[in-house]
């Protein structure tokens, strides 16, 4: 079996989607193993853009197994939403989606307490939650004892069970400083009503995922795994506590999928041509200058969940270089190269100075690395549109010196080289053969 990897190396919003979708038809399977609605992807495809929260990218292509496995939290509203939309545009998820009888569900109390709780900021700064409920739903599955998961909706004792967990929650909450508003919408009895209508549209996709991946990778079918937000967000590795509640990292696909690490020989490590970071948290490379507004404006740099602002900066090597050895990457996809084409000058961040100190590793206390300098190298910028390049012979001399520059710093070879939204504005590299990546 081929397993093949897209993981984010940055701080999400990192084109992973567009990724995906390009490259689902080579495979028979795409699985999303980790996060919840608070990840969005966006795919266009010729004049249709989706944007995708829940479902995975490879959705668009009938012929491909999609699954969500049991690393990822649903709202099951919000997943029906997204499933009316698509089917609307004449796509029936029904036929080839699944997902995981083990997945935890994201209930309406998860979102009261997320908004409730991030009202408290850490530090005078809030950690930049969504306020989807995502990190309250991994709270209780790690605590389980009020964990709702997907099988829960089609058990006889389902109804016991929520009124049950309903009726704890709203005692908690009110603890916490819900107001009576929110305490009536939690209302175990409107909760019961709340999972038997989720139940009645999503039964027929509950299945065990774990089992169906396992007997496909046996079988020798080629997957292709999708992360979710990006490797500095990771609970265990990321700048905490400014990071999501899931391992985004290249090391979560084996616990979040259920598929021990032998079946995986491949990791696409996909990084902007610059960074870019939405919410609080350090961010040594970023610009809060006309330079980060111009890459903000160019690169139309705003959440697809959220709509905020991502506030922008120089390519950081030191971050990349370290989520890219932490995921295990071996080719790179380097994307956004035509925001960077409007520019004379360019730099790298190659270090950071902590305290009079030249280090090339990034800290694990967000504070440390908030006090980090970085260090940067210049270099010239080609100034040359790339829009409507398709080959790396079309790419001006300064720009293929940025990229093979890029390589030099983070370690690994550039695979894929991206100029723009739109499918056909993808270019894979002759590294990308080896990894059997050709399109």
């Keep these: 079996m081929s397993g093949t990897c897209v993981i984010g190396l940055q701080w999400g919003d990192e084109a992973k989607g567009k990724l995906v979708d390009l490259l689902a038809p080579q495979f028979d399977w795409v699985v999303r193993y980790q996060g919840g609605a608070n990840a969005g992807h966006t795919v266009v495809a010729g004049d249709e853009t989706y944007k995708l929260h829940h479902i995975p990218s490879g959705i668009l292509h009938s012929d491909v197994q999609n699954v969500i496995t049991p690393g990822v939290v649903i709202n099951p509203t919000t997943m029906l939403q997204e499933i009316d939309g698509l089917q609307s545009r004449g796509i029936d998820v029904f036929e080839n989606l699944k997902v995981s009888e083990r997945a935890h569900l994201v209930m309406p109390w998860h979102m009261i307490e997320d908004a409730t709780i991030n009202a408290t900021a850490v530090r005078g700064e809030s950690i930049g939650t969504t306020n989807r409920g995502i990190g309250p739903c991994y709270r209780d599955k790690v605590g389980r004892t009020h964990a709702i998961r997907m099988i829960d909706l089609i058990e006889p004792s389902r109804d016991e069970r929520i009124s049950t967990v309903a009726t704890q929650k709203q005692a908690l909450l009110k603890n916490l400083g819900a107001s009576d508003e929110e305490l009536e919408s939690i209302a175990p009895e409107k909760m019961v009503a709340l999972a038997a209508s989720w139940a009645e549209r999503l039964a027929p996709m509950i299945a065990d995922t774990t089992d169906m991946v396992l007997d496909a990778a046996e079988a020798n079918q080629k997957m292709l795994f999708e992360g979710a937000q990006g490797a500095l967000l990771d609970i265990d590795h990321g700048t905490y506590p400014f990071v999501t509640s899931s391992n985004s990292s290249g090391v979560g696909v084996c616990a979040g999928a259920g598929v021990p690490p032998k079946w995986i020989d491949q990791v696409l490590g996909v990084c902007k041509a610059y960074s870019t970071r939405v919410g609080g948290g350090p961010f040594p490379s970023e610009l809060e200058c006309e330079t980060g507004e111009k890459i903000r404006t160019l690169g139309n740099e705003f959440g697809t969940t959220t709509g905020r602002p991502r506030r922008c900066g120089w390519f950081d090597a030191v971050a990349v270089r370290y989520t890219a050895r932490l995921s295990g990457v071996t080719r790179l996809a380097l994307m956004m190269m035509d925001v960077l084409a409007h520019f004379d000058e360019l730099k790298v961040c190659v270090a950071y100075e902590l305290d009079g100190k030249e280090i090339h590793r990034v800290p694990a206390h967000a504070e440390q690395l908030r006090r980090c300098k970085p260090?940067?190298?210049?270099?010239?910028?080609?100034?040359?549109?790339?829009?409507?390049?398709?080959?790396?012979?079309?790419?001006?001399?300064?720009?293929?010196?940025?990229?093979?520059?890029?390589?030099?710093?983070?370690?690994?070879?550039?695979?894929?080289?991206?100029?723009?939204?739109?499918?056909?504005?993808?270019?894979?590299?002759?590294?990308?053969?080896?990894?059997?990546?050709?399109v």
């Design 375 to 438: 260090i940067y190298e210049t270099i010239q910028g080609w100034n040359t549109p790339v829009d409507d390049a398709r080959s790396v012979d079309d790419f001006p001399p300064l720009a293929l010196a940025y990229v093979k520059r890029i390589e030099e710093l983070v370690g690994i070879p550039v695979g894929v080289l991206s100029v723009g939204p739109d499918r056909a504005q993808t270019i894979f590299t002759e590294e990308a053969q080896a990894m059997a990546l050709e």
